[in-house]
């Protein structure tokens, strides 16, 4: 199997058990239904604090990317690649977004989703970073050009 159909199937596999299990915390919790690929802010200072968040990721990225560079890539360590980055950036996301939710949203129970999804996306990515996706990627990941 090619490494682009591997990687379409992981993140296929990732989008179903995402929505799946949004789906069963949100009949567990009673919450209705949001909006498939919308962020629905809770209040404006809520957007303002995630714009904030939003544009220090971005300015971050381009300082790591200058930072990388300069050293050619190489041995890079895993605390400066853009992956650990974005899944910094995604847990600050999520716990700025439960925290709103539990203080501002008219369901109390808004933010337990949001809580329980960030808890399971979190243990679904250290799973499958740590098992080089469940064994289907070489330990080098050796990505055709």
């Known amino acids: 199997m090619t490494f682009g159909v591997k990687l379409f199937l992981v993140l296929l596999g990732i989008f179903i058990v995402m929505f799946a299990i949004n789906l069963i915390l949100r009949k567990i919790f009673k919450v209705e ?5 919308s962020y629905n802010h809770v209040n404006g200072r809520h957007k303002k604090v995630d714009w904030t968040i939003r544009i220090s990721v971005m300015v971050l990225i381009v ?46 129970n808004q933010y337990l989703v949001t809580a329980y999804q960030l808890l399971f996306l979190c243990i679904l990515l250290g799973a499958m970073f740590s098992t080089h996706f469940f064994g289907w990627f070489d330990q080098q990941m050796n990505i055709p050009s």
Do not use: C, G, H, R
Not at 33 to 37: A, I, R, T, V, W
Not at 74 to 80: K, V
């Open 63 to 108: 300082i790591q990317y200058a930072f990388n560079a300069k050293n050619d890539f190489i041995n890079t360590p895993w605390y400066l690649q853009t992956y650990s980055l974005m899944f910094v950036f995604i847990v600050i996301t999520e716990v700025v977004k439960a925290f709103m939710e539990k203080k501002y949203a008219k369901n109390k």
């Open 33 to 37: 239904k949001s909006n498939l690929f």
